[in-house]
Nanobody, 111 residues
Framework: QVQLVESGGGLVQAGGSLRLSCAAS????????MGWYRQSPGKQRELVAT???????YFADSVKGRFTISRDNAKNTVYLQMNNLQPEDTAVYYC?????WGQGTQVTVSS
């Protein structure tokens, strides 16, 4: 069974930075693409970024140039570095591996 555990969320002022981590277990991590999604109250869950097994990356237009995604296969962990955070980035951020989801971590950006 796959387990995904996110950490690193919190409260930050606009312009600040946070780094989210997602530790995976229960599957050969290195062969799978990983993704980060987010969901704000009253909105649908949206894709933020993905990283393939070959480390190809994709970013939503709203976060391009501000967020980066990386993975450490030795630690079975994927990271989301978020810079220049804005109030509209406030959401619960979820880690994804195929059909599996983490429990989410809250990111709140104050203006």
């Amino acid at each position: 069974q796959v387990q995904l555990v996110e950490s690193g969320g919190g409260l930050v002022q606009a312009g600040g930075s946070l780094r989210l981590s997602c530790a995976a277990s229960g599957r050969t991590f290195s062969t799978y693409a990983m993704g980060w999604y987010r969901q704000s109250p009253g909105k649908q869950r949206e894709l933020v970024a993905t990283i393939s097994a070959a480390r190809n990356t994709y970013f939503a237009d709203s976060v391009k140039g501000r967020f980066t995604i990386s993975r450490d296969n030795a630690k079975n962990t994927v990271y989301l570095q978020m810079n220049n955070l804005q109030p509209e980035d406030t959401a619960v951020y979820y880690c994804n591996l195929g059909a599996y989801w983490g429990q989410g971590t809250q990111v709140t950006v104050s203006s």
